[in-house]
């Protein structure tokens, strides 16, 4: 039943470059009360690669979830708009830090996605999975360890989470505002052994050192993500009605959008029902040779991407002679002008295909079902008025039914 909710729905959702050609067959009522929407958080909800690109140094995307909900709720109407904060890369410190500040006041609606990177995404996707700087096993258990240490019950992402929700609380209008916090799903299947075999490191060399996507391995991962969207739920419910946590993972699952899934003879990046990006993903709307033979720009410090330019950066340092895989892209070697390890002022050298820049973020019909499941949770809400309590201003008088 699931299965065939996802294949309508995915038939009724028509992606391309831009949220406003979205497309949405009989669709939940809008909310004629939500006039003002926020999102802040990582590259999940900035959509890092989903769609055209609308921002150059947070890397946000037309076709994430935020701006999908913004072209939906909001149409052309100019009196109703999307405050877009959310940025690539950003801890959930740094989202209080410098994303929270910004916040508008008396906000209707608010997503959060936090959480991902404070427990270490690219050191795991780096040691684990592309070795972008090659590096031995124990490397790729040392982070997946260290990623456990962050995520335990009582760990600072717990408190992280907690005081960054308390943060946009006084933001949020405190007769109807509700806030939703986005978790993660899972990238890998774990059904079979078929994956055993594979492995997705780049570079040539030191054939030895390579991390294969042994069942083992994507079982790891798998609870690690689990993990933390265990503790986003905790937060939530520790926060107070008004505050909604979504979990799509068994959406995700159900659809049989995980890399890996039983059957699935790896690499299969254009997979139709794949639901993150592999190294050359091709969207429908997308041209493949531009994506797969053009450089990337540069990217800016602190962002994912300048996490992986860093390590191909290091690793060319320190092994000039080594090859990119030719199945997965290549690296320009040269550069007029470079600074020291690819820096560029404020930016480091991208050196790979547009494709790459993505990789382990949902593709467009991802976003699609977040945005899906926030609607249809507003729905269910009758819109929000009439039975939602106040936790933020506990002085407030009680709502009176409409």
Not at 196 to 215: G, H, R
Not at 242 to 250: G, T
Request: hydrophobic share 35%; proline share 5%.
């Amino acid at each position: 039943m699931l299965l065939t909710s996802l294949v309508l729905f995915f038939a009724a959702l028509i992606p391309s470059g831009t949220a406003d050609q979205f497309v949405l067959h009989s669709p939940p009522a809008r909310p004629s009360w939500i006039r003002k929407m926020a999102s802040i958080g990582d590259s999940y909800s900035a959509g890092l690669g989903a769609g055209t690109r609308i921002d150059f140094y947070c890397s946000r995307y037309a076709l994430s979830y935020p701006n999908i909900l913004r072209s939906y709720l909001f149409g052309g109407n100019e009196r109703k708009e999307l405050q877009f904060l959310s940025c690539s890369g950003a801890t959930s410190t740094e989202i209080l830090e410098n994303q929270v500040p910004k916040l508008d006041e008396d906000i209707d609606l608010l997503t959060i996605s936090a959480g991902g990177n404070d427990i270490g995404l690219t050191p795991i996707l780096s040691n684990c999975i592309y070795q972008f700087y090659m590096s031995g096993e124990d490397e790729c258990e040392k982070s997946i360890q260290e990623a456990r240490e962050r995520i335990t019950d009582e760990s600072q992402l717990y408190r992280n989470l907690i005081e960054l929700i308390d943060a946009v609380k006084p933001k949020v209008n405190y007769s109807h505002g509700v806030i939703y916090v986005t978790g993660y799903a899972g990238f890998f299947g774990v059904d079979d052994e078929t994956c055993d075999n594979v492995t997705w490191a780049v570079w040539n060399s030191v054939e030895s050192k390579k991390q294969y996507l042994t069942l083992e391995l994507r079982q790891a991962l798998e609870d690690l993500v689990r993990s933390v969207n265990r503790v986003l739920f905790r937060a939530v419910r520790q926060s107070g009605p008004n505050v909604r946590f979504v979990d799509y993972d068994e959406h995700i699952k159900a659809a049989r959008g995980r890399y890996c899934e039983s059957g699935v003879q790896e690499p299969a990046p254009n997979r139709p029902e794949l639901a993150f990006y592999e190294w050359s993903t091709v969207d429908p709307s997308e041209n493949k040779t531009a994506l797969q033979n053009e450089t990337g720009g540069d990217v800016p410090k602190g962002s994912f991407e300048s996490g992986i330019a860093e390590r191909i950066n290091k690793t060319l340092q320190e092994h000039p002679d080594w090859e990119f895989d030719p199945d997965k892209g290549f690296v320009n070697k040269t550069r007029d002008g470079m600074g020291e390890e690819g820096v560029v002022e404020d930016t480091i050298h991208w050196m790979l295909p547009d494709a790459w820049k993505r990789v382990f973020h949902l593709r467009p019909e991802g976003h699609q079902i977040i945005a899906r499941l926030i609607l249809k949770s507003l729905e269910r809400e009758g819109m929000g008025r009439a039975n939602w309590i106040r936790i933020w201003r506990p002085d407030a008088p009680a709502l009176e039914e409409l």
